[in-house]
């Protein structure tokens, strides 16, 4: 974080912690929306749920090590650690209370109607039972491991977010043991949700949970015994790792034996069954030693993201969002040479509007050039099976000379990454890991060419990961170019991730951690004195969060400056808008719609320059300061048009799916008034080739 003291009073920042839960509250909208198609509201819903299983895993736990530390020390917004989770407990206590109600009143009765089922145990029919007998005995039954706890049978090491079961028994076993409790794990490998046959239902689609089967038939596991109370229960443990850059000897040796302890870290949520007995619950909340505020009781299964499997098997096109191809910029449709068409021209993606199909063909026209000489890539998330990786595989094998900087820490892609660490190597790709201590977040791609003037260096930079199945899902921004400033102010990036030496001055590129948070508040205090001297001083930014406090009193300055700034935060947001004195001039919008917006684009109007960059960084403390990130200009006039466009001014003008801050933290979803404008919606039409 930057050393600078904090020149503002704590009430002037959102808690950045309370400010994500405020995002779920967004997403949790859009599952109540009922113009959003049926099967994408459980969708959204189930969204909710994953994001808050991410919330307690990593924000959660972190509030309650700093309360085991006894650390007094307090964020920007003055809140400290135990104040802080008695707030974010009953804020998350509202939100899975409205999130289940809208399941039980809402979602599942209209699914219904369209035919899509889900029978509660008391409403089986006598041949749905007696299926459902057979696929217990047959499927479920022989790889369960029922447990009594006893002094011989302590209980079992639970897994980070598994299914499992607390059964409280009467009556004693064939060993004359009576401890009256078990826990019944459910393996991984079981599916949580089970389709039943057509034939025994009279709605087309008919699912069951695992949860619903095993509690029918709970007493085949105890025989003789009497079943009390079969209750499912979910702990969520604290998933973050920590590696000592003084003790690592091997960054990926290290990491392996990390993951292997992720699944049992200190427990900081029970979910349990609302039917849950009272002295059941407080012997779950004993043993994880949790307490009363820890607890989550829940009218329905106790992990909603298994849900989101059920979209993609009902085949209603109707109640999804309707399948778009994502389009292909005019200078490359048809365009076999992609180095002869980005020679002539910059090109720029939009994605998923506009495919991510030549970032690829790019690689794998690479992998098969004999012109190219070395590809150097950067890979934060990327996904088990990817077409890209591959290519990268292929031009090794190919004899180029092929550099990955593969981050090994990218959260929950560790597992991922490591096994594409170990494919690559064998293939003879060179895989550094950057610098430890700073993750490598940017997206970069470049290619060395021999052609008949030289070496030339063709490039991608991008705001999100090279990952072709999120490129659907997100909107980000792609660039390739082969400008020579560019060019080599990227390889001067790559050469400090895999090499050892001072970093050198960029011509072009903003990199994090040493240039970027200064140019910022340097490029926002110029607007500011813009307007202090009468001349037109206008920001306009969009990321994912904004935290980093240095950067928020500059803004604060530049607004009282006179400053117009626009600023468009999908994600928690620490700065207050519209507050009298201090941010007059600062309005801040989330945008939540049928995509992940996930690109950060930066304007200042520059006394009329318009300077635009693209960036893989938020405005955060880790972005700016514990991250190798860069932003990259577009220089290209009609491009930065574009930018501006469709990244910026058609989210402002969007009156259905933006959501304004009001100067107390909250928001309030915009009312269209006349013409409906969706800035999603209008960029597929303009963007896709068929939607």
């Known amino acids: 974080m930057a050393d600078n003291p904090q020149c503002y009073p704590p009430e002037h920042f959102n808690n950045r912690e309370l400010s994500l839960l405020q995002f779920q509250r967004r997403v949790l909208a859009q599952a109540a929306d009922k113009r959003v198609p049926l099967l994408e509201r459980l969708r959204f819903l189930c969204i909710v749920s994953s994001n808050l299983d991410e919330f307690f895993e990593i924000r959660v736990s972190g509030i309650k090590e700093q309360i085991r530390l006894g650390s007094r020390s307090t964020g920007v917004d003055g809140l400290t650690a135990p104040e802080l989770l008695e707030r974010v407990s009953k804020e998350v206590h509202e939100i899975i209370d409205e999130q289940y109600e809208l399941l039980n009143d809402q979602i599942l009765p209209a699914l219904e109607a369209e035919g899509i089922f889900f029978p509660r145990r008391t409403l089986w029919t006598d041949a749905q039972r007696a299926w459902i007998r057979d696929y217990f005995r047959r499927e479920v039954n022989p790889v369960l491991t029922p447990i009594g706890l006893d002094p011989a049978h302590p209980f079992p090491r639970v897994l980070n977010k598994s299914l499992n079961f607390a059964i409280e028994l009467e009556g004693r076993d064939a060993f004359g043991r009576d401890s009256g409790a078990a826990i019944v794990q459910a393996p991984r490998a079981l599916p949580r949700v089970i389709r039943l046959p057509r034939e025994l239902c009279e709605h087309e689609y008919c699912f069951v949970f695992l949860s619903s089967v095993l509690h029918a038939h709970v007493e085949e596991l105890f025989s003789g015994m009497r079943v009390l109370g079969c209750y499912q229960f979910r702990v969520t443990r604290n998933s973050d790792l920590f590696v000592d850059e003084e003790e690592v000897k091997d960054l990926r040796d290290s990491l392996k034996g990390e993951l292997q302890q992720r699944h049992f870290g200190d427990a900081v949520r029970l979910e349990i069954a609302d039917t849950c007995s009272e002295k059941m619950e407080?012997?779950?909340?004993?043993?994880?030693?949790?307490?009363?505020?820890?607890?989550?009781?829940?009218?329905?299964i106790v992990n909603l993201v298994r849900l989101m499997q059920v979209p993609d098997w009902v085949n209603r096109p109707d109640l999804s969002y309707p399948p778009f191809l994502p389009g292909i910029p005019k200078n490359l449709a048809g365009k076999r040479d992609l180095f002869e068409v980005i020679r002539r021209q910059d090109v720029l993606l939009h994605h998923p509007f506009q495919s991510f199909t030549p970032v690829i063909e790019l690689i794998r026209a690479a992998a098969d050039d004999p012109q190219i000489l070395?590809?150097?890539?950067?890979?934060?998330?990327?996904?088990?099976?990817?077409?890209?990786?591959?290519?990268?595989?292929?031009?090794?094998?190919?004899?180029?000379?092929?550099?990955?900087?593969?981050?090994?820490?990218?959260?929950?892609?560790?597992?991922a990454n490591i096994t594409w660490a170990n494919r690559f190597e064998e293939v003879g790709v060179h895989v550094v890991y950057g610098v430890f201590g700073y993750k490598t977040h940017a997206k970069l791609l470049m290619l060395?060419?021999?052609?008949?003037?030289?070496?030339r260096r063709y490039v991608h930079l991008g705001t999100g990961n090279y990952h072709p199945r999120t490129t659907r899902l997100y909107t980000d921004f792609g660039l390739l170019t082969c400008n020579p400033e560019i060019g080599e102010d990227v390889a001067e990036v790559f050469k400090q991730l895999t090499g050892l030496g001072k970093a050198s001055t960029l011509k072009h590129l903003w990199q994090a951690p040493f240039t970027m948070q200064p140019n910022v508040v340097d490029a926002i205090n110029f607007e500011a004195e813009a307007a202090r001297a009468g001349r037109k001083g206008r920001i306009i930014a969009k990321m994912n969060a904004l935290l980093e406090s240095e950067t928020i009193e500059a803004l604060y300055a530049a607004s009282q400056a006179g400053v117009s700034i626009d600023l468009i935060v999908r994600g928690p947001c620490a700065l207050k808008p519209g507050v009298e004195g201090l941010s007059d001039n600062i309005r801040v919008r989330s945008i939540i719609g049928r995509f992940l917006e996930h690109h950060r684009i930066f304007h200042f109007h520059a006394d009329g320059e318009d300077k635009v960059y693209l960036s893989s960084a938020d405005w955060m403390d880790r972005n700016l300061f514990r991250r190798i990130e860069v932003a990259f200009p577009v220089l290209d006039p009609r491009l930065k048009r574009r930018v501006i466009r469709e990244g910026l001014r058609a989210y402002l003008a969007d009156n259905s799916q933006a959501?304004?801050?009001?100067?107390?933290?909250?928001?309030?979803?915009k009312t269209p008034r006349g013409l409906r404008r969706e800035a999603q919606s209008i960029l597929l039409k303009e963007l896709a080739e068929r939607s």
Not at 448 to 455: F, P
Not at 659 to 669: A, I, K, S, T
């Open 282 to 300: 407080a012997f779950l909340l004993q043993h994880f030693r949790l307490s009363r505020r820890d607890v989550y009781r829940t009218p329905g």
């Open 374 to 415: 070395a590809i150097k890539m950067t890979v934060y998330r990327t996904g088990t099976d990817s077409v890209l990786m591959e290519h990268l595989a292929r031009a090794a094998q190919k004899g180029k000379e092929v550099t990955v900087v593969l981050e090994l820490m990218a959260r929950f892609d560790e597992e």
């Open 448 to 455: 060395v060419r021999r052609e008949e003037d030289g070496l």
């Open 659 to 669: 959501w304004d801050m009001f100067d107390d933290g909250r928001y309030r979803r």
